[in-house]
């Protein structure tokens, strides 16, 4: 199975602050990379789709960037509303692993 | 409107079997792989089981594999998630997920039901 680590687990940040999270897979995935958000009680949303596209929707301070075993997500301004977890995932092999999570908190 | 809605959680003995079902509207279900996920309390997301568009074509987890079957019915716009031989372990709440690609093993998933919790205990 491919392992997606994610870093940091857990970030502080402020209103307005650019923030970056890594994912980094244990084998190359190619940019078959996507990028979710998820808060409290509520079912992940996709951000980012195979590395760095932008789903319809999402804010273009959302950003993702990367192929092969290394990916970033940017948020570059952040909001209140973007205080969540952060997952990636990898859809390159079976079974479609996740990352641990990153948690974003003020 | 692209929906999903899951059904069929609720607390099981260990043992014990439960049936899941994901109902889709808003597009058209038979195009789509469709997937399930779960989240134990807590914990990060794991993939479970997918289908093909026409149920001919599945996947399992390790986990799951002999103990979880994922089928569906495209003329009621329903995919199911049969649970079987169910363990403290598989307590989580379970996604389902249409995927969409945008190329070969380049899929992900656009749409998430809100989640159904399991509960697996005596």
Not at chain 2, 38 to 58: E, H, M
Not at chain 2, 65 to 78: C, E, M, V
Not at chain 2, 87 to 108: F, K
């Amino acid at each position: 199975d491919i392992q997606m680590t994610q870093s940091p687990s857990s970030l502080s940040a402020s209103v307005g602050d650019r923030i970056t999270i890594t994912c980094r897979a244990s084998q190359s995935i190619s940019s078959s990379l996507n990028w979710f958000q998820q808060k409290p009680g509520k079912a992940p949303k996709l951000l980012i789709y195979v590395a760095s596209s932008l789903q319809s929707g999402v804010p273009s301070r959302f950003s993702g960037s990367g192929s092969g075993t290394d990916f970033t997500l940017t948020i570059s301004s952040l909001q209140p509303e973007d205080f969540a977890t952060y997952h990636c995932q990898q859809s390159y092999s079976l079974p479609h692993t996740f990352g641990q999570g990153t948690k974003l908190e003020i | 409107e692209v929906q999903l809605v899951e059904s069929g959680g609720g607390l099981v003995q260990p043992g014990g079997s439960l049936r899941l079902s994901c109902a889709a509207s808003g597009f058209t279900f038979s195009s789509y792989w469709m997937h399930w996920v779960r989240q134990a309390p807590g914990k990060g997301l794991v993939w479970v089981s997918r289908i093909n568009g026409d149920g001919s074509d599945t996947s399992y987890a390790d986990s799951v594999k002999g103990r979880f079957t994922i089928s569906r019915d495209n003329a009621k716009n329903t995919l199911y998630l049969q649970m079987n031989s169910l363990r403290a372990e598989d307590t989580a709440i379970y996604y389902c997920a249409r995927a969409s690609t945008a190329g070969a093993s380049r899929y992900y998933f656009d749409c998430w039901g809100q989640g159904t919790l399991v509960t697996v205990s005596s």
